[in-house]
């Protein structure tokens, strides 16, 4: 995650200080890794395909905060197409 971030923040993509990216990059992995364990406790009819969908709405909006005029809207996107 920190490659990916750190990339879109040379990019000036996502607007952040080095403080800000490691806690961003923590939190994206928290949400990558236990998502799915999570749904299954709060809801047991969630499927694997609809917790990675919620999974990928998680991530994009922790990212939003940081996103630039530019990629504000490309994130806002992303995010409709797993709605």
Known sequence: MQ?????LRRDEQLLMDDTE????????VVVALFSERYDEVC???MTADLSALQA???ILAMLMPYASAETRPVL????????
Do not use: I, M, P
């Open 56 to 58: 990928v709405r998680g």
């Open 3 to 7: 490659l990916y971030v750190e990339a």
């Open 21 to 28: 990216v490691g806690l961003l990059c923590r939190n994206l």
């Open 43 to 45: 809801d047991k009819a």
């Open 76 to 83: 806002a996107e992303l995010t409709s197409f797993y709605d």
